[in-house]
């Protein structure tokens, strides 16, 4: 710990929230201000952010701010009255999804929005049966805690987890079509399963780029052939966009890198900047089943302040084409990680979309055993030079970087260099 | 619909939402512009809201909104760093409370409040059952809808219902002790049957004033009973301060009212203001042990503008002595009902506590008989006098008085007038 207050922040915190509540780097940063990339700690330095993806247009970014305050400032109730605000950003936020789906229910987490598409599948096939990978994260709610299994089987009757789809570590030693028909399968299997139980099939739910797996490469053609295995099984596929969405992957979202369709996206943490805004959307058919048989109503779920900021970040994604510059800078980034390759037989395998990249660290490019405690020290390394990076997948040893979208071509050179340092004075 | 821009937003609502999403009165509202405790419609019309409570300290309020900013134009990250606003926050929180519970969950919602409690409780003590009133609706994630029954059974076997206390329409016609005996056999008896389904028993939640079944005076003892009953078996005892909580009671929390200590307190809709900002509190064993078992991280709950927007929620009561007023300008209100009563045989019971208050309105005296419609009717009619209020309760029949804090003589005035007019004219 670098200094008395934030020792004596700690200890209150460990008094107020518990011990083991999750906290960043092994000395835990003060920071108190942030500004686009930026973000400044209490000792006063400076720390370049590549991870942060809910201050997805920039720390405190001064559009969202000034929406935020003017409508707080003007009216704040919520959907049991009418209000532009939200039909504005619905109506937006539907038109940058295929046209199937038309409709959308406002929440305030990822979480929630996961939550509702599992009561919204479960109700349309009368299934309760739901598969998930065994690695992914989905959120926090009771029944969004079964599909997040950190690695474990789910101990629920209602889930079955299959392995994360992985062209880098493969099942079984297989390769092309065989490695994806062998993933495929895995999925047959858990939907016979749950029909053999008495279950029923509900559908699947993924993360349409792997995050928390490390950003795998996938087998070819593997999501249309999960999309396929699903509706042929009468279950409902579900595209959580909750990391992957918003223009991130250089598409606004991560099922269009994957080139399929979902019945039902969920959205969370970049929608609003940091307001709580989450939502789900799917089509007119599985919305109004939905709406028929639950009254279902979120307080503060599309209230005028979550239309303002969510129309705002839109507003500024648009301004500053950071889609694109999510393209061009990350596709820069990208080129220089493969160039730091040449030079580091550490890098493995460089992965991932526009301002979404992993980066896997193997101790032997043969054997690809995971270099875990190089990637943790590489992370707390890199903060100590000033950028804050973090690592995901199956053995924490893919570095993530998932900066806020105004980054830069600067920014990358910075990535770059200290990588390079870090790395070669291993 | 009065104007063609309301019809052309309920149709792009029924295209968005889809048709039946919750709106409030026959002819819905259009607000534009909210200000302490009134609200401005499209047409220019000023309404005085007798029924938000999630603009606890008033709409827009200035001190909130500008928290909200400088913090939002500060920085706005989550707990995995280190920032003092939160812990100022839930020190002070927690403070409010009974000194055995000191550690502090930060949520968004209150239905993500209270799915965490009862994973909290079904952890700990290994059991799933949880026992909730038959009327109530303590939120809607997959979990937490099935302790929402809204009248009906619960068709979870994890869940049991027992009809909610209520002194007015009694159980079995009975009265005083018996009566709360009777309650309590209630709840007895679905503790064994957990018991006896292999199901164990988790614990029982309440709100503890009732509000949606209308707040019933209680028969005696029934919360001191309920609570023994529940610990005498290992349960727990949930309070979901959500609608209750935060000084409306005229008291912090709406279980001092009931002189209980509970287990678990859930918080949500009036702690931010319309900033979405919920949150569970417990012991430290309680607390402790949950995060021992399960890693938890709300992206959103916590963050710095969580804190600043909860600080100056709290700071705006202090100041302006809103859980005062709630019993002054509450007893005042409650006085004029009573007098009301007095020359409207419609008004069958007044209840409530505080800026919390319900009006039983009946057919005859003697039977009992419900006045649902003419309840309907009688919000629908104080909405065309400018008056915003509701109707709860198991046959829809109870006006809903609970209007944000800054509520004074005069605005009580104005709703006695009206009311009076209003009941006169039937």
Same mark, same amino acid.
């Given at each position: 710990?670098?200094?008395?207050?934030?020792?004596?922040?700690?200890?209150?915190?460990?008094?107020?929230?518990?011990?083991?509540?999750?906290? =960043?780097?092994?000395?835990?940063?003060?920071?108190?201000?942030?500004?686009?990339?930026?973000?400044?700690?209490?000792?006063?330095?400076?720390?370049?952010? *590549?991870?942060?993806?809910?201050?997805?247009?920039?720390? *405190?970014?001064?559009?969202?701010?000034?929406?935020?305050?003017?409508?707080?400032?003007?009216?704040?109730?919520?959907?049991?009255?009418?209000?532009?605000? /939200?039909?504005?950003?619905?109506?937006?936020?539907?038109?940058?999804?295929?046209?199937?789906?038309?409709?959308?229910? +406002?929440?305030?987490?990822?979480?929630?929005?996961?939550?509702?598409?599992?009561?919204?599948?479960?109700?349309?096939?009368?299934?309760?049966?739901?598969? *998930?990978?065994?690695?992914?994260?989905?959120?926090?709610?009771?029944?969004?805690?079964?599909?997040?299994?950190?690695?474990?089987?789910?101990?629920?009757?209602?889930?079955?987890? /299959?392995? +994360?789809?992985?062209?880098?570590?493969?099942?079984?030693?297989? %390769?092309?079509? #065989?490695?994806?028909?062998?993933?495929?399968?895995?999925?047959?299997?858990?939907?016979?399963? =749950?029909? !053999?139980?008495?279950? $029923?099939?509900?559908? &699947?739910?993924? *993360?349409?780029?792997?995050?928390?797996?490390?950003?795998?490469?996938?087998?070819?053609?593997?999501?249309?052939?999960?999309?396929?295995?699903?509706? !042929?099984?009468?279950?409902?596929?579900? #595209?959580?966009?909750?990391?992957?969405? =918003?223009?991130?992957?250089?598409?606004?979202?991560?099922?269009?890198?994957?080139?399929?369709?979902?019945?039902?996206?969920? &959205?969370?943490?970049?929608?609003?900047?940091? +307001?709580?805004?989450?939502?789900?959307?799917?089509?007119?058919?599985?919305?109004?089943?939905?709406?028929?048989?639950?009254?279902? +109503?979120?307080? =503060?779920?599309?209230?005028?302040?979550?239309?303002?900021?969510?129309?705002?970040?839109?507003?500024? &994604?648009?301004?500053?084409?950071? &889609? %694109?510059?999510?393209?061009?800078?990350?596709?820069?980034?990208? !080129?220089?990680?493969?160039?730091?390759?040449?030079?580091?037989?550490?890098?493995?395998?460089?992965?991932?979309?526009?301002?979404?990249?992993? /980066?896997?660290?193997?101790? !032997?490019?043969?054997?690809?055993?995971?270099?875990?405690? %190089?990637?943790?020290?590489?992370?707390?390394?890199?903060?100590?030079? $000033?950028?804050?990076?973090?690592? /995901?997948?199956?053995?924490?040893?893919?570095?993530?970087?998932?900066?806020?979208?105004?980054?830069?071509?600067?920014?990358?050179?910075?990535?770059?260099?200290?990588?390079?340092?870090?790395?070669?004075?291993?």
């Amino acid at each position: 710990m670098s200094d008395t207050t934030a020792r004596e922040l700690l200890s209150r915190r460990d008094r107020l929230f518990g011990k083991k509540t999750p906290l =960043f780097y092994e000395d835990p940063l003060h920071i108190v201000r942030g500004e686009g990339v930026w973000l400044y700690a209490a000792d006063g330095r400076r720390y370049l952010d *590549c991870y942060n993806n809910v201050a997805h247009v920039g720390h *405190c970014d001064p559009t969202v701010v000034a929406a935020m305050t003017q409508q707080a400032s003007t009216l704040n109730t919520h959907t049991r009255y009418l209000h532009e605000n /939200i039909l504005d950003y619905g109506e937006r936020l539907t038109a940058t999804l295929d046209g199937s789906i038309s409709m959308v229910i +406002f929440v305030c987490t990822g979480s929630e929005a996961n939550d509702q598409a599992l009561r919204i599948a479960r109700l349309h096939t009368g299934g309760q049966g739901v598969i *998930c990978t065994n690695l992914t994260y989905h959120g926090n709610t009771t029944a969004v805690a079964e599909i997040s299994p950190h690695g474990e089987e789910s101990n629920s009757p209602n889930v079955r987890t /299959i392995p +994360f789809p992985d062209s880098y570590r493969p099942l079984d030693g297989l %390769e092309g079509k #065989a490695l994806s028909d062998a993933y495929i399968d895995k999925i047959k299997a858990a939907i016979q399963s =749950f029909e !053999d139980s008495g279950v $029923g099939f509900a559908g &699947m739910i993924v *993360c349409p780029i792997f995050a928390n797996e490390g950003l795998p490469n996938l087998p070819p053609e593997f999501m249309k052939k999960s999309v396929s295995a699903v509706h !042929d099984a009468g279950g409902l596929f579900i #595209a959580d966009e909750v990391q992957a969405g =918003f223009g991130r992957t250089g598409t606004m979202w991560g099922h269009e890198v994957a080139g399929i369709v979902p019945d039902i996206v969920t &959205m969370g943490k970049p929608m609003g900047n940091g +307001f709580p805004l989450g939502a789900v959307a799917a089509s007119a058919e599985l919305m109004q089943g939905f709406r028929d048989r639950v009254m279902y +109503f979120n307080t =503060f779920g599309g209230n005028p302040i979550a239309g303002a900021v969510g129309n705002a970040v839109l507003d500024v &994604m648009e301004r500053d084409k950071l &889609m %694109e510059n999510a393209r061009t800078t990350g596709a820069y980034l990208r !080129d220089g990680l493969a160039a730091l390759a040449a030079r580091h037989p550490m890098i493995g395998e460089i992965r991932g979309h526009g301002l979404w990249l992993g /980066i896997e660290l193997v101790r !032997d490019s043969n054997s690809l055993e995971p270099a875990d405690t %190089e990637a943790r020290d590489i992370v707390n390394r890199m903060k100590e030079r $000033g950028i804050l990076i973090n690592r /995901i997948g199956e053995h924490d040893n893919v570095l993530k970087l998932r900066p806020p979208m105004p980054f830069a071509r600067e920014h990358a050179d910075l990535v770059l260099e200290n990588l390079d340092t870090v790395l070669g004075n291993r």
